[in-house]
């Protein structure tokens, strides 16, 4: 079992930034850690995904070039940095882990409860 707590939501101004933890406990072993988010009414989506060592990094095209995901081993740490914020964005922002790599959320077996993420314009 892996226990995954986000922190680090709240509400931006348009333009603002933000970054997201996800501390991670109990039996880490785990490939990648992944960002989602789930918009009212709108299924979950990928945000962006690392391996553990950050050799591997993705990031869905809406958030290239704006959000940066990062690891910290040591600590069973992941981060989410998010800058530009876009009114788009607001979502509840989950992170979780898997044994494998990938985008979909079906590969992810830990997920943690969520952290709201809010931009105003």
């Known amino acids: 079992q892996v226990q995954l707590v986000e922190s680090g939501g709240g509400l931006v101004q348009a333009g603002g930034s933000l970054r997201l933890s996800c501390a991670a406990s109990?039996?880490?072993?785990?490939?990648?850690m992944g960002w989602f988010r789930q918009a009212p009414g709108n299924e979950r989506e990928f945000v962006a995904a690392s391996s553990r060592s950050g050799s591997e990094k993705a990031y869905a095209d809406s958030v290239k070039g704006r959000f940066t995901i990062s690891t910290d081993n040591a600590k069973n740490m992941g981060y989410l940095q998010m800058n530009s914020l876009k009114p788009e964005d607001t979502a509840v922002y989950y992170c979780?882990?898997?044994?494998?790599?990938?985008?979909?959320?079906?590969?992810?077996?830990?997920w943690g409860q969520g952290t709201q993420v809010t931009v105003s314009s």
């Open positions: 979780a882990v898997t044994p494998n790599w990938g985008p979909q959320p079906a590969a992810y077996n830990y």
């Open positions: 109990g039996r880490t072993f785990y490939y990648a």
